[in-house]
């Protein structure tokens, strides 16, 4: 798989925050929510109504968690109710890595069955804060073609 058809030469070397969830069921992707690093921790900040310390850890780290897991949840109920589909969520994991790092292992995680995968990439930025992350819809082509046909 090419991943630098997916990651810009911007994105490869930053450091972002990210939150992946996988889903199975009827339909399986994952879905990958991240922001750069700097960024996690004023979102963190904004999440708790408090300042943090230089290093994100313990309930910081959860409530970016927790961000991940209610995105997904929506997209994954919106799905369901659209298709009639049964999706289930895993527990979000939380890592704080190199961009090209993160997506590696999140290709991984759909194993050798292809060689091909679908990234729809939805921005999201705050209003008033200006935080900006991007989710990544992941599946493998058999899996779209469920939603699409």
């Known amino acids: 798989m090419n991943l630098d058809l997916i990651i810009s030469d911007l994105e490869e070397m930053n450091v972002m925050s ?3 969830v996988k889903c199975t069921g009827d339909i399986h992707m994952g879905v990958l929510l991240y922001l750069p690093e700097k ?7 904004k999440l708790l109504g408090k300042s943090i ?13 927790e961000i991940g897991n209610i995105l997904t949840a929506s997209l994954t ?3 369901s109710i659209g298709t009639g589909y049964k999706i289930c969520s895993s527990v979000p994991g ?3 890595e190199f961009f090209r790092t993160l997506i590696e292992a999140v290709v991984s995680d759909f194993g050798n069955e292809s060689d091909t995968l679908v990234v729809s ?8 804060s200006g935080i900006g992350m991007h989710m990544l819809l992941i599946q493998d082509p058999s899996e779209i073609k469920k939603l699409v046909i």
Do not use: D, F, Q, R
């Open 18 to 20: 990210a939150v992946y």
């Open 39 to 45: 960024e996690s921790k004023i979102l963190a900040e």
């Open 53 to 65: 310390s230089n290093e994100l850890a313990g309930i910081a780290t959860s409530s970016i968690s």
């Open 77 to 79: 109920n919106a799905i």
């Open 94 to 96: 939380y890592a704080v």
């Open 121 to 128: 990439n939805v921005g999201l930025c705050g209003v008033n």
